[in-house]
């Protein structure tokens, strides 16, 4: 059962700034992404009828791939046949791309029904915040927010060479 209703989205806009200090306004950030209303830092990573796949927009923490559907649903449970065959397919493609292009090695899915859209958290395990917060669902906000006040333009750089490299892989496969 989909618990969502658009009701739940009026009046309820939010506003956001992403890795490149441009102020987002939107009501359904997902949405906006998959209207084109709202440009991902690097663009998108790949999309279709279904998923939308690009990088977290405020945290810049290199190999961070959101993939969210474009329709509304918060629950994976609530995805109809073709779509979470999509959802998968892309949640395991990320993953080995991010190995092959020596991004990371290791993540933490993460997907919340709190969400009134639905989309999945590849978070990337580094070494170093592996050391300085821990690892798996316990150290992912700890991990953000240090991201987020201590990164450098270099920071925000690889992040942004990873979403190119990331497409140039789907551009192959």
């Not at 209703?5 to 950030?29: F, H, P, Q, S, V």
């Not at 092959?100 to 989309?119: A, C, D, F, P, Y």
């Amino acid at each position: 059962m989909n618990n969502f209703n658009e009701d739940m989205l009026t009046g309820n806009t939010k506003e956001a700034i992403d890795i490149l200090g441009r102020k987002w306004k939107y009501e359904c950030m997902s949405c906006a992404i998959a209207k084109g209303e709202l440009e991902l830092p690097g663009g998108l990573i790949y999309e279709d009828e279904y998923i939308t796949v690009g990088a977290d927009t405020e945290i810049p923490l290199n190999g961070f791939i959101i993939i969210a559907t474009k329709r509304h649903v918060n629950s994976i449970a609530n995805l109809n046949t073709i779509e979470r065959h999509e959802l998968i397919d892309y949640i395991a493609r990320i993953i080995e791309a991010l190995r092959e292009l020596n991004i990371v090695n290791e993540v933490t899915i993460v997907q919340e029904e709190r969400s009134k859209h639905l989309h999945v958290w590849i978070f990337p395990c580094h070494k170093k915040y592996k050391e300085m917060f821990g690892k798996g669902v316990g150290a992912i906000k700890d991990t953000c927010e240090y991201v987020k006040s201590n990164a450098s333009d270099e920071d925000i750089q690889q992040c942004l060479n990873t979403v190119q490299k990331l497409k140039e892989y789907f551009k192959k496969v």
